[in-house]
């Protein structure tokens, strides 16, 4: 009997996940899941829904200040996401 090489389930994950185009749903739904944990908990209960589309996380606020506020740390907040998930899903954060 021949012996196979071995390769941690982590590697054989990923790999299906690529094959099955499961990904980069996997990691949007996951960047979205951090989004209390880095924007905060105000941030968090005064968001209505959040969707990414084309590398864009699409926010809908029930503040018009804390709209301002977080257009203002944009590109802060898509670093922390980014990194919060592993990589790089989101480029740009829309606030309506």
């Known amino acids: 009997m021949e012996r196979r090489k071995e390769e941690s389930i982590e590697k054989v994950l990923l790999r299906f996940l690529r094959q099955s185009q499961l990904e980069t749903?996997?990691?949007?739904?996951?960047?979205?899941?951090?989004?209390?944990?880095?924007?905060g908990v105000a941030a968090e209960r005064l968001t209505e829904s959040l969707r990414v589309y084309n590398q864009t996380l699409y926010v809908k606020l029930r503040s018009a200040m804390l709209r301002n506020e977080l257009s203002m740390k944009r590109s802060d907040l898509v670093k922390k996401l980014n990194a919060k998930v592993g990589v790089n899903v989101i480029v740009d954060i829309a606030f309506s």
């Open 25 to 39: 749903p996997l990691n949007e739904h996951r960047l979205i899941a951090a989004w209390g944990e880095v924007a």
